[in-house]
C-alpha cells in the first residue's frame, strides 16, 4: 500500500517550454504532498509543501511563479516548471503520506522524474 | 534549525563484507524523529526505518541494524554481509516532533553512495 506515482519519469524540452509532472497517491488520500529536488550527488532539497485547496508553501530561494505547483484533488499534485531554462535540469520528486497518519510517519515517494532542458 | 550530516559520501566495499553508514544529526528539539532511506539506480526512495527520539532500543531487521545514540547524536546503519543489491545512496533523515503542520518537514543528509564490489 502507499503507493505514490510520479509521471513522466524522464522529460527533454527546449528552453523557454513549460514542463508539468505529476504526483500522484494511488492508494490513499493525502491533504499535503512535497516536491523535493535533487542535484546530482547532492540531498534533496524540499522545493514546496503542495496543500490541496489552497496555495503551495515554497522554502526560501524557491520561485513561486517559476516552479507552479497545483493540488488540486486529495490525489494529485502537479508541479510546473514554467520557461524551463538548462538550470533547471535536475531530478524532482514527489512525496506524501496518507491524510489518516501522523506528521511523523514515513514518506511515501514517487520515482522522480528526471527533467533536461536544452 | 535542523541539520543532518552524513560524513561519508562515497564507500565501496566487496561483497560479504560489513559496513556501516554514518549519521550525524542537529536539532533543538526534544521530540524528533530519524529515517532512512535507500535510493536504488532507479532513483526512488525506499523507506528503511524510523525512530523517534525517546526509543534509544537499537533494531535489527535481517542483514540491516541501526545504533541510535543521543549521547553522540548519531543513527548510523550497519549492513551485515553486504551483497550487490545494497548497492544504492542511503539517506539519512530527521523530522521534528508535534503535531502540527509545521512539523511535517523532512531534512537530508546529503546521501552515502554505497557500491558493493562482487
Known amino acids: 500500500g502507499a503507493v505514490v506515482s510520479q509521471h513522466p519519469s524522464w522529460v527533454i524540452c527546449k528552453s523557454g517550454t513549460s514542463v508539468k509532472i505529476e504526483c500522484r497517491s494511488l492508494?490513499?488520500?493525502?491533504?499535503?504532498m512535497f516536491w523535493y529536488r535533487q542535484f546530482p550527488k547532492q540531498s534533496l532539497m524540499l522545493m514546496a509543501t503542495?496543500?490541496?485547496?489552497?496555495?503551495?508553501?515554497?522554502e526560501q530561494g524557491v520561485e513561486k511563479d517559476k516552479f507552479l505547483i497545483n493540488h488540486a484533488s486529495l490525489t494529485l499534485s502537479t508541479l510546473t516548471v514554467t520557461s524551463a531554462h538548462p538550470e533547471d535540469s535536475s531530478f524532482y520528486i514527489c512525496?506524501?503520506?496518507?491524510?489518516?497518519?501522523?506528521?511523523?510517519?514515513?514518506?511515501?515517494f514517487g520515482n522522480g522524474t528526471r527533467l533536461t532542458v536544452t | 534549525a535542523q541539520k543532518v550530516t552524513q560524513a561519508q559520501t562515497e564507500i565501496s566495499v566487496v561483497e560479504k563484507e560489513d559496513v556501516t553508514l554514518d549519521c550525524v544529526y542537529e536539532?533543538?528539539?526534544?521530540?524528533?524523529?530519524l529515517f532512512w532511506y535507500k535510493q536504488p539506480p532507479s532513483g526512488e526512495l525506499v523507506f528503511l526505518i524510523r525512530?523517534?527520539?525517546?526509543?534509544?532500543q537499537n533494531e535489527i531487521s535481517g542483514r540491516y541494524s541501526w545504533n541510535f545514540q543521543k549521547s553522540t547524536s548519531s543513527f548510523n546503519f550497519t549492513i551485515t554481509a553486504s551483497q550487490v543489491v545494497d548497492s544504492a545512496v542511503y539517506f539519512c533523515?530527521?523530522?521534528?516532533?508535534?503535531?502540527?503542520?509545521?512539523?511535517?518537514?523532512?531534512?537530508f543528509g546529503i546521501g552515502t553512495k554505497l557500491q558493493v564490489i562482487p
Open positions: 512525496s506524501a503520506r496518507p491524510s489518516t497518519t501522523a506528521f511523523n510517519s514515513p514518506l511515501h
Open positions: 492508494d490513499f488520500q493525502a491533504t499535503t
Open positions: 503542495s496543500n490541496e485547496g489552497s496555495k503551495a508553501t515554497y
Open positions: 536539532t533543538r528539539d526534544t521530540t524528533y524523529y
Open positions: 525512530r523517534n527520539s525517546f526509543d534509544e
Open positions: 533523515a530527521l523530522s521534528r516532533g508535534g503535531n502540527s503542520g509545521g512539523y511535517q518537514k523532512v531534512t
